[in-house]
């Protein structure tokens, strides 16, 4: 299932959601196995990263922010890939998806993508769908307590 899925004609980058990376283990509880795909007629290529469901909230962030036209960064916990997604501006006419690996392979990608309109709530309805399909298995109920829930 996509969690981001922002495409054109010629260009497309993906965050493709696996599942969870061990689903009923505390330690990895909510931890989401995912891969980044890159494609466009220069490049083809995918990242296999993983995050926690605590930073879907932050996408969720991210798209109000992008809503309102400023530019935003997500995944850039210092330890692993970052999606940096820039809109128009007096140097560029159209949305620029950047990737980057910076702690991994240190390679990095920028990808120009044609939007159309309503692309934002597109992302939104990615993240509602990961969201049901992966809810969060465990609430800490105090301090070192967890109730599973079922």
């Known amino acids: 299932m996509d969690l981001i899925n922002l495409s054109d004609a010629d260009n497309s980058v993906r965050m493709h959601v696996l599942g969870r990376r061990g689903p009923g283990v505390l330690p990895v509880h909510d931890l989401l196995d995912a891969e980044i795909i890159v494609e466009s007629s220069f490049i083809r290529g995918c990242l296999n990263v993983c995050f926690y469901l605590s930073d879907l909230e932050e996408w969720s962030l991210a798209l109000d922010a992008l809503s309102v036209g400023q530019n935003v960064e997500w995944l850039d916990s ?18 620029v998806v950047f990737i980057e690996d910076a702690s991994g392979s240190s390679a990095s990608a920028t990808i ?3 939007l159309d309109d309503g692309w934002i709530e597109e992302q939104r309805e990615h993240l509602r769908g990961v969201v049901r399909t992966w809810p969060s298995e465990v609430l800490k109920t105090s301090p070192g307590a967890y109730e599973w829930r079922r």
Request: with cysteine; aromatic share 0%; proline share 19%.
């Open 78 to 95: 210092g330890n692993g890939p970052v999606i940096r997604i820039e809109l128009p501006s007096d140097d560029c006419d159209v949305p």
């Open 112 to 114: 120009p993508i044609v």
